[in-house]
Structure formats: structure tokens, C-alpha cells
């Protein structure tokens, strides 16, 4: 049993929950009364002098899909790294909606506060059934143990039937997590974090080895999440980005190069430059 929590603790996030502070555990201080959810501002991140990201400015209003696109090396893991928590910067503010400061708190905290990250690589328990991971995710204060063996509240369960017509797993709720396709793998990914009713969620390289189908099914997904939720993606598949699209983001060395529709980017001579080169924007 100990063995399943420590997997389950490290699969959360590392920090042991009962260390969430009452601050971080409350949603009330969110302030979205200016429309932004995330502010980053004047974000430095330097690794032995080299900076990764550079004065970085960057604001996602409340409900927005944005696509954030840029070069290997462009900054972008960075940047979700100080969203999350996981790195600090040089120098900067972080701040989600107009009162909470994400500097000041863990990454775990971060995570209560509702962040969720989405990894390239899929981290379900692959022994548990898809219903299993999405029950542990909604009681992560438990143990596994106490997870499975208590019962759940109606209220619960629909609330876990909600996230699995969103992620398009019903017929697929008592499989074991292990035998789903790499899509499938993703897409139950995404109803861990939803279970958690994330304000934000940060989604990097989500269609990296995906079928065609299941490429389309994830655009669908992240486009029917936002609105509800703000939802970043970076992809360096751009006829993804193309198809889920509204405003993109371009960062190059560490700084935001353009931002606009997918069109207004292409078309920016800066952009063809340095990144899309004018040979691929066709
Ligand atoms: N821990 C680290 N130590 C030293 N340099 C680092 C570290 N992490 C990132 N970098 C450097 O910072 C820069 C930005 O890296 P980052 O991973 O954020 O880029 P990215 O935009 O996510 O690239 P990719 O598209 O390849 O995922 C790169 O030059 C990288 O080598
Ligand atoms: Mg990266």
C-alpha cells in the first residue's frame, strides 16, 4: 500500500497534499475582474548566463485556447516550468488573475490552486481501470487505498461521468488504463486534470505521435475545453495549431516575437525570418 502512495504522491506532483496550504486550498481570491487569468511579466530564467526565457511578457485571458509556437530551444517548456512552479525565475512576476502570486507558492500548491499540466509523455497508472484514474484524481487527498475502497457520493460519480463523456472514454471506463491506444492514453490525461477543475490547463506537444483520427479528436477536446477553462498549447504540428487555433503566440530566445491569428503570423515578416522560414509557411 505504501508503495502506491508514495507512486501516487510522486504522480501528483511530488509534495505530500496534506501540505497544501489554506491559501492554496481556497478559489475564492481568484480575481478575474480584468478578463486575465495568467500574467507573466518581465520573466528572466538564466542557466549560467544563458537565457532562456528574456524579459518574457505574456498574458492568457479567462476562457482562451492559445497556441504558443516557437523554434527548439525557443523557451516554451520554461515557461510552463515557472507557471507550474517547478523553476523559479531570475527575476519577474507571476501572477494568476490580479491576486495570487504564483512565486510565492509550491509546486503542489500551484497544482490545488488549479493549474494542471499535461506532460508530453502520458503518466495514467497503467494498472488501474480509466474509471480508477479519474476517481483517484477526484479524492487525491486520500490514500489509494482509502480511495478504492470507499464508496462515492452520486454527486461524485457524475461528476466522473462528465469527464469521461468529455474525453470520449465512456465505452472504455472498466479497461485498464495499460491497454489503451497512445490517444487514448492522452486523452484520459486530460480527465485526470479536468477531475481537478483546473482554471488553466498547459498542454505541451499534445498530438506528438498520434494518429490522424486521433489528432482531429484532440483538437476537438481542446477546443471544446476552453471557454470554460483557459487552455495553452504548444505543438510544433502546425496544421494542429492551424485547425485549433485562435491567437498564437510566437517565442523566440525567450521573448514573444509576434502574436495574432495563425494568418497574421505567417504573414509577419519577423516570423518568417526566424522561425517558419519563408520556404514552410505555405
Ligand atoms: N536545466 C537547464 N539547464 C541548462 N539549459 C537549459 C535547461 N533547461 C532548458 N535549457 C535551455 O534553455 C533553452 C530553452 O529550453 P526549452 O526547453 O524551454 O525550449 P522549448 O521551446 O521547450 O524547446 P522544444 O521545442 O525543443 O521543446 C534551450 O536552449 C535549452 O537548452
Ligand atoms: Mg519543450
Sequence with gaps: MSRFSDMFTAWRGGAPLSEFSPEAKSRKLLDLSHGILLYLENVTVS???FRALDNLNLYIGKGELRCIIGANGAGKTTMMDVITGKLRPDSGT???GQTIDLLRMSEAEISEVGIGRKFQKPTVLENFSVFDNLELSLRADRSVWATLTA???GEQKDRIDGVLLTIGLQTERDRIAGSLSHGQKQWLEIGILLIQ???????DEPVAGMTVQETERTAELLTSLAGERSVVVVEHDMEFVRSIAR???????GRV???GTMNEIQEDPKVREVYLGSSETS
Excluded: I, K, N, W
Excluded at 477543475?197 to 498542454?203: A, I, Q, T
Excluded at 491567437?247 to 530566445?253: A, E, G, K, S, W
Design 47 to 49: 542557466f549560467d548566463g
Design 94 to 96: 507571476a501572477f494568476l
Design 151 to 153: 464508496r462515492l457520493s
Design 197 to 203: 477543475d483546473p482554471y488553466l490547463l498547459l498542454v
Design 247 to 253: 491567437t498564437v503566440t510566437v517565442l523566440h530566445q
Design 257 to 259: 516575437l509576434a502574436e
